[in-house]
C-alpha cells in the first residue's frame, strides 16, 4: 500500500509547520514530507485547496459499548469517529459494567481493535463503579491501556477521595478527568438556569453548580501536584478559574465541546430533546467566554463529548430525556464554522485543539508529523459547505441539535496507520 | 370564526385578538351555564379525550362538564390507570388514542413541554391543561374571564399581583404573558427562594415585598404554597411562609377598594389565604371555578365545533 497526498497545505502546531507538500505514504508509514514529491506508478490524491493535518483526536467519546448497544457499539462508535475525521478516541468508563478493571478495558481494546477504524484508548474510573468513594485499580488499568481516568457523568463528590485519585495518578503520570457538576445544585435540573429555564419552566442549574467544583479540583490539584484536566467547561467563571490556574502555575488543562462554543440555552425554547446535554447549553455570555477561551489556548482542546442515544431514549419529555449530543460526525465541521469561519481562529491553532492539546492532555505521543512514524492524518476542506443530514451519520445516535444546518469546513479524509478509513464523509470499503 | 391552530399549548403563543375571541366566546358559554338546561348539541359526534398525568379535579371535571354540556364524547384517562405504568411513552399513548378516533386530547403533565411533544405526535388537536412548571393557559383564560366580569373588557393599566411561590407555578407564568398582552401591569411576589431569574424579562415587576405588591392593585392573585417545597429547605415553614406572604383582611386593605382576590385552587386556609377573605366578599374563588367551565367550552367549540373541520 503506496500512494502520494499531493498539493495539501500540510500544517503540524508541534512542527509550526503550515506549507504546502506532498506526502508520501508506504506501508502504514510517512514515508515522505517535501514538496512535489514525482515517483511514477503511484496512486495519486490530489488535496489541492485542502489541509493536511496530523490526525485528529476526540479524548472525550462515549461508546456505549458494553453494555448500551442499542445507542452505539464500539464499531458504530469507531465509523462515527473516521467519518469525523478522528483518528483516534479516549472513550469514557461509564459503560455497563464501568470500565473499572481491567478485564473491560481488554475487552474495549480488542474490539476497537477488530473494528480497525480509529484508535480507541481506553479511560478507566477513578472509583470503584464510579460510586466515588474507593479509588479503582487504577495501576491494573494502566498497564492494560488506559490513558486517564474518570468519573465522567458523575463528579466525585467527596474532596478527600478526589485528592487521593490526584496523588495516586501520579504513579503512572495520567490525568484525572474531571466532570465538575456540584450535585445538589443540580439535582432535577434540566437546563441552563436563567431566562429560559424560567421561560419554559423546567428547573435550572446555575452555573455556579459548575464553577464550585472546578474551583475546589484546581485547588486539589495545587495541593497534590497531580495532573487535572477538565472535561467539557461551560461557564466564564470556570474560564476564569482557569486563568486563575494558569497564573499560579498549577497543572490543569481543559476541554471544551463545539456545542458549548456555539449554541445558547435558547435552543432549548421548543424542547427539542437532542439540546439536553449536560452541563447544559448556556446563555450567550458564557458561550462568548468558552469560545475566547478556545481561541486563546486557555482550554487547549476540543472533544465532542460524543453521547449517541437511540430515539427511543431521546422521544420523551424533555424532563426524562438523557443527556447528550452525538458529536463525532459534526465536531469537526462546528468548530471549524465557528471559530475559524466566523471566530478569526488561525486554521493552526484550530488543529492544535484536535492534536497537540489532547496528546498533550493525555500524555500520548501522537498528534503531530514525522517521517518515518506511522501515517494518521486528518484531511480538511476549508470550503466545503454542507448540510448536517443525522440520517447519514454512523453513529447509532442520531441526536444532534445541528441536523438540517449548514456548516463550512468539513474532514474530507481521514487515515489511519498508513490507510485511508474515510473520504468524502464515506467510510471506505463499508 | 374558530381559532385558527391546531393546538392551544400556551398563552405565550397566543395574540390579543385570540384571547378576546376566546374570552368574547366564552361570556356567552356563561350564559348556556345560567339556564336550567345546559346541554347544547354543538359538539355532537366529536371525541374529547383528557389525559392526565397528575391528580386534579378542578382542571379535569371542569373540562369534562365543558364537553358533556356541548355533547361531545368524553372519555378520562389517568395515568395510574392507564398504560403508562406499564411504560407506554407519551408519544405512543397519544398515537393509540388518535386511532380510535379521538378529535381533542386535553394534557395535565408534571413536566413541562409534555403538551408540545404530544402535540407533534399527533394529528389530534392538544389543549395544555397545565405542564410542569410551564404554563396553564386555560387557567390564566378563566382568571381573566373572571376579572372582566367585575373589571370590564379593558385591562390597560390595571395593577395585578401575582403572590406566592412564583418558581414553581405555571399559572403565574400564563397569568404574567396573558395579562401583559392585555394591557395589564403584573406584579409577581415571592420570597426569594421562590423567584425565578428573569421575570422581569418576561415583563413583570419583582418584589419580594407583600405590602408594596398589593398596594393600589385592582386584582389579586394568590397561589397555592406547597408543604414539600419546606421540605426542599425553599421556606423554613409555613407558620413562617404565611406570616410573610399570605394574604389576610388587614393586608388587603392595601389593595384597592374592591380590589379582586383570586385562587386557582385547591386552597390552603390559613397558609396563603386567611379563611375570611377566601369567603369574603372581594374573592372571585368560586367564580373561578363557573368560569373555568365557560372557557373550558369555548376553547372546545372554537378548535372543534366549526363547520368545515
Known sequence: MEYILKGALV?????????????????????????????????????????????????????????????????TGCQAAVAGGFTAVAAMPNTKPCTDNEAVVELIKARAQKAGLAVV???????????????????????????????????????DVMRHALEYAKLFDIPVISHCED?????????????????????GIPAQAEEIMVARDIHLAALTGGRLHLAHVST??????????????????????????????????????????????????????????????????????????????????YTKAPNGISGLETAVAVSWDTLVVNGGLSPMGFIARFT???????????????????????????????????????????????????????????????????QDGRIKGE | MGLKRKDLLTMEQLSREEIDLILHTAKEMRNVLKRDIKKVPTLRGKTVVTLFYEPSTRTRTSFELAGKYMSADMVNISATTSSVVKGETLKDTGQTLQ??????????????????????????????????????????????????????EDFTGLKVAIIGDVLHSRVARSNVHGLKKMGAEVWVCAPPTLMPPGMEELGAKVTYDIEEALRGAQAVMMLRVQLERQKAGLFPTLREYSQYFGLNSNRLKLADPGALVLHPGPINRGIEISADVADGLQSMINEQVTCGVAVRMALLYLMLGQKGE
Open chain 1, 11 to 75: 500544517i503540524d502546531p508541534k512542527a509550526g509547520l503550515e506549507k504546502q507538500l506532498d506526502i508520501h505514504i508506504k506501508n502504514g508509514h510517512i514515508k515522505a514530507l517535501q514538496e512535489n514529491i514525482d515517483e511514477k506508478d503511484i496512486k495519486i490524491y490530489d488535496l489541492q485547496g485542502k489541509i493536511a493535518a496530523p490526525g485528529f483526536i476526540d479524548m472525550h467519546v462515549h461508546l456505549r459499548e458494553p453494555g448500551g448497544e442499542a445507542n452505539e457499539t464500539i464499531l
Open chain 1, 121 to 159: 484508548y481506553p479511560i478507566g474510573t477513578i472509583t470503584k463503579k464510579q460510586q466515588g468513594e474507593e479509588i479503582s485499580e487504577i495501576g491494573s488499568m494502566f498497564k492494560t491501556g488506559i490513558v486517564a481516568i474518570s468519573d465522567d457523568g458523575k463528579p466525585v463528590i467527596n474532596s
Open chain 1, 183 to 203: 450535585p445538589y445544585l443540580t439535582a432535577g435540573g434540566d437546563m441552563h438556569e436563567g431566562y429560559w429555564s424560567t421561560f419554559l419552566g423546567m428547573k
Open chain 1, 236 to 317: 466564564k467563571g470556570s474560564i476564569e478559574l482557569l486563568r486563575f490556574a494558569r497564573a499560579q502555575g498549577i497543572k490543569v488543562t481543559a476541554e471544551a465541546t463545539p456545542h458549548h462554543m456555539l449554541l445558547t440555552d435558547e435552543e432549548v425554547k421548543d424542547y427539542d430533546t437532542s439540546t439536553k446535554v449536560n452541563p447544559p447549553l448556556r446563555s450567550q455570555e458564557h458561550v462568548e467566554a468558552v469560545q475566547q477561551a478556545v481561541k486563546e489556548g486557555i482550554v487547549q482542546c476540543i472533544a465532542s463529548d460524543h453521547a449517541p442515544w437511540c430515539r427511543e431514549e431521546k422521544e420523551q419529555e
Open chain 1, 356 to 422: 497537540t492539546g489532547p496528546a498533550e492532555a493525555l500524555n500520548l505521543q501522537r498528534g503531530f508529523l514525522a517521517v518515518g512514524d506511522e501515517a494518521n492524518l486528518t484531511v480538511i476542506d476549508p470550503d466545503l459547505k454542507k448540510q448536517v443530514d443525522v440520517d447519514k451519520f454512523y453513529s447509532k445516535g442520531k441526536n444532534s441539535p445541528y441536523k438540517g444546518r449548514f456548516f463550512q469546513g468539513w474532514p474530507v479524509m481521514t487515515i489511519v496507520r498508513g490507510k485511508v478509513v474515510m
Open chain 2, 99 to 152: 386511532m380510535m378516533g379521538t378529535d381533542i386530547i386535553i394534557i395535565r403533565h408534571g413536566m413541562a413541554g409534555a403538551p408540545q411533544l404530544l402535540a407533534q405526535s399527533v394529528k389530534a388537536k392538544v389543549i395544555n391543561g397545565g405542564d410542569g412548571f410551564h404554563e396553564h393557559p386555560t387557567q390564566a383564560l378563566l382568571d381573566m374571564l373572571s376579572m372582566r366580569e367585575k373589571l370590564g
